[in-house]
């Protein structure tokens, strides 16, 4: 075991604000660069800030090809004195934020963006998975070749006999985000879901149906980390961040996936946030199937092991319910551009609670939760991390 | 419960040969270490030496203590099924061709879980036996079996796909006219070949064919020298299409070697046989075999060659053989790389002194044509690619693998 976890200092004189999405298509042929730049761009408007004032970057991306961030920098034509390059696909919102806080706290950097964006050709998905990583390669993806799907099928099965989760809990959050898409303007599925739909939704990799897969398309996200103080002169609002987890390879003794880092301290969590879970007004999970999300929900405190069925089916999880959730639609109904997976939760908390979710905002909201999940390494997500964002007044 | 194989029937002049794809094919270097072992039918993982921990996936390190001294050790493989799935949808061609796949988390009774292929007759939370084979990639793989056989488990299609069974297929067994081609070609039968196609080489003069195996309707018989290029070409011609299953038995072995024989007239005749014969038998069967590995449901499978076992380590005595079957085994080896991902296997299967008369000047044991089949048929309703046949070439398989340099050197001693 590891030394008990330590409090974290916290993130006093960070503020988070910009955040962009770039809206996504199924197919491009524009490379990642042109995703990335247009995405930095974007949230270098909303500020007023020309490309010259950034000096930090932490970028996100699967498909660069042979380049990293430090390829960005000069492609770009960006001079920075701080880089980070963080490969941890549904995560990395999450590390990027705390990274960035940090190095903006310490004074290694003032201004920096954070970004994630990929593009999608028509052979994308299958080369990815294809080369994801050793264990992979080795032991996950000869066995039938099912990718992602084929994973979360053993897990989400493993998950369903021993936690009694149904598929009409699945459907039940699916069918809700579906109804916060409609409103989100750059969702790509637009039709509205029923319960029956998704019940009779097409077998993918049992018990996962088509309705649980997201689908992968092109896309971009991005956000500003910087001083309080700079970034009033934006006279833009910003957030706050109260509390950051990450783990990563957490509870390695498990023989099948069945909770994430989450679980390992959520009252530490709760406490560093200076809030409870019933003081959040929305919550945004990685939501790559829905078995997952309900994992979150369980390990982050919302419910008990196993009870999320229970709890959510209790509750309304449309932007205007008294469980807010996934307020965009999520990846299952806005598409999965990539790394930018990782940040589209994040990036509509921080419009939700700073004010610029234009006409589809949660009453009130001023306490966000966004979490993460990332990389199936092999039979698992390696990487889970969270953050509680607040909006100025809360 | 298994569904039982049913005869196919003709193959319709104008049906389209499925294309064989490949299952994916890169590897990392200690995966390929596991392919070894599965392509003898052994199952073994990496155990750390320090701390006793065996990890799954194949690492560099222990994941327990960190130390590298990682050892392949024999374990044994059981478990329980914990979590299964069924594919429905792959983004690979081979699989996508192949589907609905199931695939299962397997937890082994003594350590890591593993995701493996799911026999049909296991349902989750069961008990479960696991076997490593070599895929169609020709990369080994871990199958989840029930723990006890069921009926008509051979013929689950998954478990097919890493075998060889001549159930229904069709066998050309270049020399008919042996000991051993007749003993195969029985064997063959009674593990239920549909056709077996006897060569009669011109080289001996006709041979004695068992005439109660001749008369047989599963049997026909087909000139064929391996030595004449000609002869070769035209019966691939005449069979090539049919051909599942190819098992070369031409030999020519002689007693003697370098210094004990006067000139190289007979070390040209085996090398004729060994090396020349299966080249010929290479340019014009092994094109047709290896676009037909996945002909279902009468797909091509595999090539065998015999080999005598001091084509791994020269014994003087029969230094001229040792040397041409060395040449074929070199030869074998790029065969298995050409076919790799065709679908078809290469299984070598290695054979001692046996009891005919040009081993008589030798000292028992001996192997009997029986036992080479027998071995034969085993390896390829396993699915394995090497095998050995009696206890001599048993010995030497096992003293190669363990040290090739010191088995020549040892063979020197007797």
């Not at chain 1, 459907?171 to 509205?192: G, I, S």
């Not at chain 1, 880092?261 to 019933?278: H, L, N, S, Y």
């Not at chain 2, 996945?294 to 091509?300: H, L, N």
Request: charged letters at 20%; glycine letters at 10%.
């Amino acid at each position: 075991m590891s030394e008990p976890a330590k409090r974290s200092h916290g993130y006093d004189g960070v503020a988070i604000c910009a955040p962009v999405s770039v809206p996504y298509v199924r197919y491009s042929n524009e490379a990642t660069h042109w995703w990335i730049a247009r995405a930095i761009r974007a949230t270098l408007d909303e500020c007023g800030l020309e490309p010259a004032r950034i000096d930090g970057m932490c970028a996100s991306s699967f498909t660069l090809g042979a380049d990293s961030a430090v390829g960005l920098t000069q492609h770009l034509g960006l001079t920075l004195r701080w880089l980070d390059h963080i490969p941890m696909g549904g995560l990395s919102s999450v590390v990027a934020l705390r990274r960035a806080a940090r190095a903006v706290q310490a004074g290694d950097a003032s201004i920096i963006v954070c970004v994630a964006g990929d593009t999608n050709g028509v052979n994308s998905f299958r080369h990815t998975a294809e080369n994801f990583s050793r264990f992979s390669q080795d032991a996950a993806y000869p066995y039938g070749s099912g990718g992602p799907n084929a994973c979360f099928g053993l897990l989400t099965d493993y998950y369903m006999r021993h936690f009694g989760i149904k598929r009409e809990d699945f459907a039940h959050v699916c069918v809700a985000q579906r109804a916060n898409a409609l409103r989100y303007p750059d969702a790509l599925f637009k039709k509205a879901m029923t319960v029956e739909e998704y019940m009779r939704s097409r077998m993918i990799s049992d018990p996962i149906c088509l309705l649980d897969c997201v689908m992968p398309c092109a896309g971009a996200e991005a956000f500003i980390v910087t001083t309080q103080e700079i970034a009033r002169s934006f006279g833009k609002p910003f957030a706050r961040l109260l509390a950051s987890q990450e783990h990563h390879n957490a509870f390695p003794e498990d023989p099948i996936q069945f909770r994430a880092g989450w679980a390992r301290d959520p009252k530490g969590f709760w406490e560093t946030a200076g809030v409870t879970p019933d003081q959040v007004d929305l919550v945004q999970t990685y939501d790559d199937y829905p078995v997952i999300s309900m994992m979150q929900i369980e390990d982050l405190g919302f419910c008990g092991k196993g009870e999320s069925g229970a709890f959510l089916r209790e509750r309304d999880l449309t932007v205007d319910g008294d469980f807010p959730h996934n307020t965009s639609g999520g990846q299952l109904s806005v598409g999965q551009a990539g790394a930018a997976g990782g940040y589209l939760g994040t990036v509509d908390a921080l419009r939700q609670i700073t004010g610029t979710a234009t006409g589809r905002r949660v009453k009130d909201a001023r306490i966000a939760v966004a979490s993460g999940f990332g990389l199936i390494n092999y039979d698992r997500g390696v990487c889970s991390g969270a953050v509680v964002l607040a909006g100025e007044g809360a | 419960m298994t569904e039982p194989l049913k005869a196919p029937g003709a193959k319709k002049a104008l049906a389209r040969t499925p294309s064989a794809l490949s299952p994916p094919m890169p590897r990392s270097r200690k995966a390929m270490e596991f392919t070894v072992f599965a392509a003898r039918g052994e199952f073994r993982f990496q155990r750390c030496g320090e701390c006793g921990t065996i990890v799954y996936p194949f690492r560099e390190a222990c994941s327990t203590c960190l130390s590298v001294d990682l050892a392949w050790e024999e374990v044994t493989a059981v478990g329980t099924l914990i979590a299964v799935t069924t594919i429905r949808s792959s983004p690979d061609g081979y699989f996508s061709n192949h589907l609905p796949w199931r695939s299962g988390t397997v937890r082994l009774d003594n350590g890591p879980s593993m995701m493996v292929h799911v026999h049909g007759d296991v349902t989750v939370d069961e008990r479960v036996r696991l076997i490593a084979r070599t895929d169609k990639a020709g990369n080994g793989v871990i199958m989840a079996l029930p723990e006890q056989d069921t009926p008509n488990m051979m013929d689950d299609p998954q478990l097919r796909e890493l075998t060889c069974s001549p159930k229904y297929r069709r066998v050309l067994i270049t020399d008919g006219t042996s000991r051993i081609g007749q003993a195969l070609a029985k064997a063959l039968l009674a593990a239920g070949a549909s056709m077996v196609m006897l060569g009669v080489p011109a080289r001996v003069g006709p041979g004695k064919i068992d005439e109660e195996l001749a008369a047989r309707p599963e049997v026909r018989l087909v000139p064929l020298e391996v030595t004449d290029q000609t002869s070769v070409a035209e019966a691939a011609t005449q069979i090539g299409a049919k051909v599942d299953i190819l098992v070369n038995t031409a030999f020519h072995i002689r007693p003697g070697g370098a210094l004990s024989r006067h000139n190289s007239i007979t070390d040209r005749d085996e090398m004729d046989v060994h090396y020349f014969g299966l080249l010929n038998l290479i340019r014009a069967f092994g094109p047709i075999l290896g676009s037909r590995g996945a002909d279902e449901p009468r797909s091509a499978t595999a090539w065998v060659g015999l080999l005598s076992a001091f084509a791994l380590g020269n014994w003087s005595p029969l230094g001229g053989s040792s040397a041409s079957f060395s040449a074929a085994h070199s030869t074998l080896q790029g065969l298995r790389s050409d076919l790799s991902g065709s679908g078809v296997k290469v299984i070598t299967a290695f054979f001692g002194p046996t009891d005919d008369e040009w081993y008589d000047h030798l000292q028992p044991p001996k192997v009997g044509p029986d036992l080479i089949a027998r071995k034969i048929v085993t390896a390829l309703e396993q699915g394995v690619e090497q095998v050995a046949a009696g206890a001599i070439a048993e010995d030497i398989l096992e003293r190669w693998q363990e040290n090739p340099e010191l088995l020549p050197r040892e063979l020197a001693r007797g």
